[in-house]
């Protein structure tokens, strides 16, 4: 199968473009290609060309573009995960799973009951990484967009962007299977397909009441099962179950 | 919150029963519970009940059932999980979320391109392994039930127990995006919800060309959307996908 690279500058056949410094060590020191391999480009925001290697230096790769291709079409509805920041590197997994399933956006969210502060994250670089993570996942799903990793903010923040219609709404907050009554099942969830919308999926301790009536206020409870499942698995399943009552699948 | 054990010998309010001796050490040594705590057992065939824990000895400590509980309801659809054994503790997540969200067995299953012999499943006590994750699994969600782990089989075994209604179907076979024409897509299921069904899901690297033929004289074929998926996220993506259009969320 030809190689497939992340590269921004691609955007119009017949141009040379240098591939981002890491995607052309990739194709130089791992792949050892050379002057004349075909290869394959994608430039994250839905762009995908055949391009010829023209040129591998130390630390430069340059690729001719040499025609476009249909790219893998993205799904219908545009789905903006606002996902609570999970411990240690589980939230590095449903960036990914989210980004190779599909979702427009991750806005990452810092919950009352999330272990992490929003200056932890800054200072960690956090942002940054989920977006080399996104860049891997699109590779490896065969997505030619690369979902922005929105900047990570407070539940509070969120519920205000949703309120302003800052964020697509009218958004869905799953919550436990336990909560209060009035929650939705996914299959209330009005038909048609709406054209975006936001899912919200809480940390490892679930909500507090806090933010259990601040989503209330702008968003559809739901439950999916009677199960309860992992805050880590939340997203996928989540997603997956919207997608299909969608007929994405 | 009750602490809930799981205890296969309770089965009748009255009876005194014996905790397992690991749920025993857990309930004596980590939560520290002693005569006339409340209790929740589950003994994993749908059984739930409330009991009060009527002595605590070393290693050992034994409930008086008091009453019978609603068990939290099994889906609608028993789906047994036929997952290509993956590399690692993949495998282990896995069970792990595939019991929580509700299924009924989980099969595994040693294909071409998996990277262990039944053999060294057997000789790692893999299938014990995977049956304690299912109890844990179980507890975690709330379940009642804790599903079969079948013995591993061959791929080719797989088939013929599909083809001899010794698994129930028709099973679906889940396939990369890139497969052949004449794969069906999720909403392609007919309605109504089966009572039972299979589903299948490969390992890291698919399915080889002798598996497509031989599952396809016995499944239906089936694709997730156009994206390609990590192996391990598949099941819970069909699952949840499967359970979304059968209307159990």
Known sequence: MTARFYTPDA????????LPPDEAAHLARVLRLTA???VRLFN???GEFEGVVDAVSKGRAAVRLTGAREPVAEPRVAVTL????LKGDKMDDVVRDAVMMGVAAVQPVVTARSEVTLAALRRGGRRERWHRIAVSAAKQSGRATVPPILEPCAFSDLTTA???MALPGPAAMFVEP???EGTLALSDLSDPPPRETTVIVGPEGGWDAEELARGAAVCRMVTLGRRTLRADAMAIVALA???A????Y
């Open 11 to 18: 955007h119009r056949v017949g141009d040379l473009v240098d």
């Open 36 to 38: 004349g391999s075909a």
């Open 162 to 164: 949703l309120a302003q």
């Open 245 to 248: 009552i969608w007929k994405e």
């Open 44 to 46: 994250g925001v839905g």
């Open 241 to 243: 179950a919207l997608f």
């Open 178 to 180: 336990s909560a209060d």
């Open 82 to 85: 606002a996902q609570a920041v």
